[in-house]
Each structure stands twice: as structure tokens, then as C-alpha cells.
Nanobody
Framework: QLQLVESGGGLVQPGGSLTLSCAAS????????IGWFRQAPGKVREGVSC????????VYGDSVKGRFTIARDSAKNTVTLQMNSLNSEDTAVYYC???????????????????????WGQGTQVTVSS
């Protein structure tokens, strides 16, 4: 059974850091582009970051650029999202998703489009509060 599981969420103070992890079972993440999304209460789900399956490209949403870093750990079959300088607007449920469409795979093109992804995790809560 193909499954994605996010972990690493929690409560953090403004200005703090967290690292989220997306782990796969039943398939290799190296064959997929991985996107991170988030959904805050009362808001639509938004694309946060993407790392291409080809490994050549990473993309970030404007709201997280310069603060978040996405990376692969092939040995552990995981993709991590390092989040720094967190603020209250980063509070959301964070999801990872895996897709193999060609433009998505090579360039992360259209990474914010949820239909581009075949597999989704259940989400992990991130709360930024003092």
C-alpha cells in the first residue's frame, strides 16, 4: 500500500524553527516530485514548496521564500521541510504530496495544483504562538 506520512509538527514560538518530514512506504520518493502544502483555518490549501523528482529544481511560495528549505534524504526515503523564522501566519496543517506528471517531475511546474499529485499524507499540525 502506497502511503505518505508527515511528522514533526507541533507548537513553536514566533521566530522559532521546525523541521517537517514526509516519509513514504510502499514506493520510492526518488521517483516522484514532492510538494508541501498547508491549510490554515478558514483558508484554502496553498502550495508551499516543491522538490522535483529529477532533483534539479526546488520551488518556494512567496510567503515562505528565504525561510523554508526543502530537501531529500534518499537513504531514509523522506523529504524534509526546514522552517525558520516562523510567525503566526505559518500556523496551519501541513501536507506532503507526491506526483509524477512530466512537467511537475522535471520542473515543479504547476506545483500548486493539487490535481498534479497522486498521493497525499494525512497532515501534521504546526502552531506558531507565544
Amino acid at each position: 500500500q502506497l502511503q505518505l506520512v508527515e511528522s514533526g509538527g507541533g507548537l513553536v514560538q514566533p521566530g522559532g524553527s521546525l523541521t517537517l518530514s514526509c516519509a513514504a512506504s510502499g514506493f520510492s520518493l526518488d521517483s516522484y516530485t514532492i510538494g508541501w502544502f498547508r491549510q490554515a483555518p478558514g483558508k484554502v490549501r496553498e502550495g508551499v514548496s516543491c522538490i522535483s523528482g529529477s532533483g534539479v529544481r526546488t520551488v518556494y511560495g512567496d510567503s515562505v521564500k528565504g525561510r523554508f528549505t526543502i530537501a531529500r534524504d534518499s537513504a531514509k526515503n523522506t523529504v524534509t521541510l526546514q522552517m525558520n523564522s516562523l510567525n503566526s501566519e505559518d500556523t496551519a496543517v501541513y501536507y506532503c504530496a507526491a506526483g509524477q506528471g512530466s512537467d511537475l517531475y522535471y520542473y515543479c511546474s504547476g506545483f500548486v495544483l493539487e490535481d498534479e499529485y497522486d498521493h497525499w499524507g494525512q497532515g501534521t499540525q504546526v502552531t506558531v504562538s507565544s
